[in-house]
Every structure is written in structure tokens, then in C-alpha cells.
């Protein structure tokens, strides 16, 4: 129903039960309720967990979801915040702290807290809600923090959006104008990535790819203007994947670039740090090798990057030592255990401090060792452990187990 809605509802007695309304239902055989909805208030539950939940006190202007700023917007409203403690204190209320004038800000820049902004990205232009919020959504993970909130806070917000200004519609602007506009979002997305912020900025390169969808470059100079710019978004979400540790969504995106331009050196560059950062050593390798061969100015940051990936190997290869370390000291008749936390890496700060320090060259594993112990006890042929532990296979085929890889 609607709000002012009247209307007759017929209700048989299978689905009639006592209530407050009617105490009493026994020989009924059907029910008529005349129902006017006289007011409601509509609860949204944010997560769909029961933690961030908005609760409209006053009605909006226009048509949900329609009118709501959906899209990243500049906005303007009131709100007071309070704690969910016992005293209910106030911490923050724009029409006292902020001389009675209303809170301006653009939405998806992560400068309110995300709860906040979540809810005023339903509410229309006029509507008054209280939200309440979860401390991960509020305070925790935002910068700064107000004093008076303390770290793991339950928080309340009484919100009023006053109105807001839709982004700009691109139809009809010409290229340049176009270009201005991207380059201003772009640009948003740029200091977001300084601050550290990957999933915004991330957002903001995506949104300009969206709008580059429609856009028709009418002659060269403009379809190299555009191309650029496209390549550098491109470049910009692979760099944020690779921040946020997804590699491999990093690497996608750098082929976007190569795709249309294989000797493209950022793109080079870039994917050859996501492939060194997810442990494909040769692949990194051939990236900024090709760097050199295409680009004799790229020289010398191919040049460093091979020497950090050359650590970067030496840093595995250490490691893998250190794993398997005594497995084969041991005499023939002992089986001695791996360990598979090298200890010497506690923690990720000691695990950076050793990235950084000079790994010197140890003797490697003879190849032919390496084969046969990732294989000791396979089914085909006798590997290096069968050899000096004839009985290995024997004992652990009794015990069921006729492969045994380690790893």
C-alpha cells in the first residue's frame, strides 16, 4: 500500500490466527478489514546483516530510486552524529560545529565516513533518516577520526539531504570539453591513489572508461589524444589490482594496452611487476628485457627492475632452502621433517626487511635431485630418496600411499 491508501482486505480462516486485533477467531469463516495506511516508516537494511540499518523520518521529494544521487555527486546536507553509548553524546552537528551551514562533499572520494555515504546515495532531496552504524562502516577505518569517537564505536547519524548536483552529462559537450571533463576525474582518481585509497581511485578510472564508450574521435589528432588517454586509465586500474594484490587482474589489464600496442613500454614495464609480484619470474623477465628492445631511453628502469626481480629469485630460492632445509642430510634410515614455515620470516615486516637486504648466491640443488624429490616415491622408476632409502617405498606403500609429492 501507499501512503493515504484505503483498501478492503478479505482474509479466509485458514490464514486468520489470534493477535491484538482480534483475541478471538474460533468459527470465523472469513475476516473483512477496511485498512488505511495513515503513515509509515520505511527501514532499509543496508548489509543485509542487521548492522547498517536506515530508517526514513521524513519524506522526500521525487521517486525512489530515480531521484536518489546513485552516481557520484556533489551533494549537500545537515546531520548530527551521536555514539550508541549510554549518554547518547553528540560529537559532531553541522548546524552547531560548522557555523549552521550545511556539509558540501562529493561522493565516492572516501571523504565521509562509507556508511554515511551509502545511506545518503538512497535518500531523496528533502528526506530526513537515521542511520544507525556498525564501527567498520563508520569511524575505524576512516581518517581522522573525531576525537571525541572512540576506536570500535557504534555511531547514529540523523541526516537531512538538503539536495545535490548530478554529474555532468557529457551528450552534446565536444571533444575537448570531453577531455576536460576526464582529465578532472582522472585526476580525483590520482590523488585517491596517493592517499591510498585503490578501490576509489579504481572507480573513478573505470567510470571515465564507461563515458570513453560513447565517445568518437572525428579525426588522427583526436583519435591520438584519445587513444593516450584510454592507455593511461588502462595502465592506472592495472596499477591499482596490483595494490590491492590482485595480480592477475593487473596483468589483464596491461594487455588491454598491448594489445593494440605490443611494444607499449609502461605497459611492459607495469605487467612485468605484476608478473615478478605473482612469482612468474620468466615472465617478468622477457617484459622488461622486450623494454630494452624497443626503447633504449627505458634502459635504465628495465635495468633496475631486472635487478630487483634477479633479489626476488635469490629471496625464493633462499626461502624454498631454508623450507626443505636437512631433508637431505639426513643418513639413509632417517626421514627427516619439513618444516613448512621458514622461521626466519615472523611476520611481514621481517619478510620486507629481508626483500631489501643483499641475498648472496648459495650452491643450487643439482636439477636432477629437484626432480626426484618433488617425486620420491612415484609408482614409475626409483627417485633420489628411493635410492637411499631402498625400503622408503615398501613402508609407505604398506601404509597406503603410493605417491607422495613434496611441496
Known amino acids: 500500500m501507499t501512503k493515504s491508501e484505503k483498501a478492503k482486505i478479505y482474509v479466509t480462516r485458514d490464514y486468520l490466527s489470534k493477535s491484538t486485533l482480534m483475541p478471538s477467531v474460533e468459527g470465523l469463516e472469513e475476516v473483512l478489514f477496511e485498512v ?32 536518489c544521487p546513485l552516481h557520484d555527486s556533489l551533494l549537500k546536507v545537515h546531520y548530527r552524529g551521536m555514539l550508541l553509548n549510554e549518554e547518547k553524546t553528540v560529537f559532531y552537528d553541522t548546524k552547531v560545529d560548522n557555523n549552521g551551514e550545511p556539509l558540501e562533499f562529493s561522493s565516492g572520494e572516501g571523504l565521509v565516513p562509507g556508511g554515511l555515504e551509502m545511506a545518503v546515495r538512497l535518500m531523496l532531496p528533502g528526506e530526513v533518516c537515521s542511520v544507525t ?10 581518517k581522522p577520526r573525531p576525537e571525541k569517537v572512540p576506536e570500535g564505536a557504534h555511531v547514529r547519524w540523523e541526516i537531512e539531504l538538503l539536495g545535490f548536483e548530478k554529474p555532468k552529462d557529457w551528450t552534446g559537450l565536444t571533444f575537448n570539453e570531453i577531455m ?27 567510470k ?40 592477475r587482474k593487473s596483468i589483464e589489464w596491461c594487455n588491454k594496452v598491448l594489445d593494440g600496442n605490443p611494444v607499449h613500454v609502461k605497459a611492459l614495464y607495469r605487467r612485468g611487476m605484476a608478473h615478478m609480484q605473482a612469482g612468474d619470474f620468466e615472465e617478468a623477465k622477457l617484459d622488461f628485457e622486450a623494454m630494452i628492445k ?28 631454508k623450507q626443505f632445509k636437512g631433508l637431505f642430510d639426513k643418513k639413509p ?22 626483500e631489501s637486504e643483499n641475498v648472496k648466491d648459495a650452491t643450487n640443488m643439482n636439477p636432477s635431485m629437484e626432480r626426484d624429490a618433488e617425486f620420491a616415491f612415484e609408482g614409475q622408476g626409483v627417485g633420489f630418496f628411493g635410492r637411499i632409502f631402498p625400503s622408503a617405498r615398501r613402508i609407505f606403500s604398506n601404509l597406503g600411499i603410493n605417491r607422495c609429492s613434496i611441496l
Open 208 to 247: 571515465v572508461l564507461r563515458e570513453y564508450n560513447h565517445v568518437n574521435p572525428q579525426d588522427d589528432e583526436e583519435g591520438k589524444i584519445f587513444v593516450n588517454s584510454r592507455n593511461s586509465l588502462h595502465l592506472n586500474v592495472a596499477a591499482c589490482y596490483q595494490k590491492l594484490g590482485e595480480c
Open 333 to 354: 634410515g632417517e626421514i627427516s621433517e619439513v618444516k613448512l614455515d621458514s622461521p626466519d620470516v615472523k611476520n611481514p615486516q621481517d619478510k620486507e626487511e629481508i
Open 133 to 142: 552504524c556498525p564501527p567498520d562502516y563508520a569511524y575505524d577505518k576512516f
Open 36 to 67: 488505511e495506511l495513515i503513515h509509515f516508516i520505511q527501514v532499509r537494511d543496508m548489509l543485509g546483516d542487521g548492522r547498517l540499518i536506515k530508517r526514513r523520518i521524513v519524506d522526500g521529494r521525487g521517486d525512489f530510486p530515480m531521484d
Open 180 to 206: 576536460e571533463e576526464a582529465d578532472k576525474i582522472k585526476n580525483t582518481g590520482n590523488r585517491l591513489f596517493k592517499e591510498g585509497k585503490f578501490e576509489l581511485a579504481k572507480a573513478k578510472y573505470e
Open 294 to 321: 624497443f626503447d633504449k631511453s627505458s634502459e635504465p628502469d628495465a635495468t633496475a627492475a631486472l635487478a630487483k626481480l634477479k633479489l626476488k629469485e635469490q629471496e625464493t630460492e633462499k626461502e624454498a632452502r
